[in-house]
């Protein structure tokens, strides 16, 4: 942010009953595994990039009711 510049507005990130135990029963298994502390940071970071651009994590294509086959890069 250059000096002048407006701060980027934050938006609200609310999460479903079902999401939060969702995601609290994904942290026990990345505990069980080693991976907790690594699971945390992908989730603040997840959840820092949703209040800055709420779209991201949005298909950019919706191709479900399209046939046929996607290639991704090669």
Do not use: C, N
Not at 3 to 22: A, Q, T
Not at 23 to 47: P, V
Not at 59 to 72: C, S
């Amino acid at each position: 942010m250059s000096v002048g510049e407006d701060p980027p507005r934050l938006y609200e990130v609310s999460l479903s009953g079902w999401v939060y135990e969702r995601l609290l029963e994904l942290a026990d298994e990345a505990r069980g595994r080693g991976d907790g502390e690594a699971y945390l940071t992908a989730l603040r970071e997840f959840h820092r990039r949703l209040r800055v651009y709420p779209q991201f994590g949005d298909p950019l294509v919706d191709l479900a009711g399209q046939r046929g086959k996607f290639a991704l890069g090669s």
